[in-house]
């Protein structure tokens, strides 16, 4: 079975694979955020970099404030119709200069619209605990801060999901898909034929990624 990181993984590039005509860029964080990709048109590129991403990259936390920041820095000046963050974390806000809400509200601003995904399953779960014997698998709690997260999707005109399996994950990111589709159809049927956009700039994504996820598994499909 994959852990948590390698499924989000997998899931995300179908995603990727899916929006053929649309910019995607990849923020990763854990206790500091860095880009992995800008906004790119060239999914073979944006895919690759993905495979890329391995726990302990960077500083270990959890810094979503920082993260969601980053991302929105990336999108704030894009003229697409279209500018989405989709946020995923298995942790709770502990790192960082600025306060996800704070993030949010800078989302807000430039009409960024959040979707936040807290990923794990309910209750307890299997984790690396450091020991005195090394590192041991040991049942941990489970904390996602849902509230935050929540918050976060609401005040940007998105929606909070919680994935407590890979399949969970994968209708997840179907219903985002869908969402986003008639969001930007919407959109352009209210407006003169002569004034249409091609679909390839109706949407900027900017797939947000902690890469931390604690290796904890995330159910695979059969």
């Known amino acids: 079975k994959p852990n948590r990181l390698e499924a989000s993984k997998n899931v995300a590039m179908e995603f990727i694979s899916g929006r053929r005509n649309d910019r995607i860029g990849l923020v990763v ?5 860095f880009t992995q990709c800008p906004l790119t048109t060239d999914h073979a590129v944006l895919i690759n970099l993905f ?15 920082m993260g969601l920041a980053n991302a929105v820095s990336r999108l704030k000046d894009s003229k697409a119709k279209s500018k989405v963050v989709i946020l995923l974390t298995d942790g709770v806000n502990n790192r960082g ?11 807000n601003t ?6 936040t995904i807290g990923v794990g399953t309910q209750g ?9 014997f090394g590192t041991q698998i040991r049942q941990v709690p489970v904390e996602i801060d849902e509230e935050v997260l929540k918050d976060i999707a609401r005040m940007t005109d998105g929606k909070y999901f919680r994935a ?4 969970k994950l994968i209708e997840i990111y179907k219903e985002i898909d869908q969402m986003e589709k008639s969001k930007i159809d919407v959109k352009e049927y209210s407006k003169k034929q002569e004034e249409y956009m091609t679909f390839g700039l109706a949407a900027v994504f900017l797939l947000l990624a902690e890469i931390l996820l604690r290796n904890t598994v995330l159910r695979n499909i059969p």
């Not at 200069?97 to 989302?107: L, S």
């Not at 430039?110 to 979707?115: A, G, T």
């Not at 307890?124 to 020991?131: D, G, H, K, L």
């Not at 407590?164 to 399949?167: D, E, F, M, P």
């Open 29 to 33: 964080y854990s206790g500091e955020s």
């Open 51 to 65: 495979k890329d991403i391995q726990s302990g990259m960077i500083e270990d936390g959890t810094a979503i404030g």
């Open 97 to 107: 200069e600025i306060a996800p809400i704070t993030a949010a509200e800078i989302a």
């Open 110 to 115: 430039f009409n960024i619209r959040v979707y």
């Open 124 to 132: 307890m779960a299997p984790a690396p605990v450091q020991t005195p």
């Open 164 to 167: 407590t399996n890979n399949q």
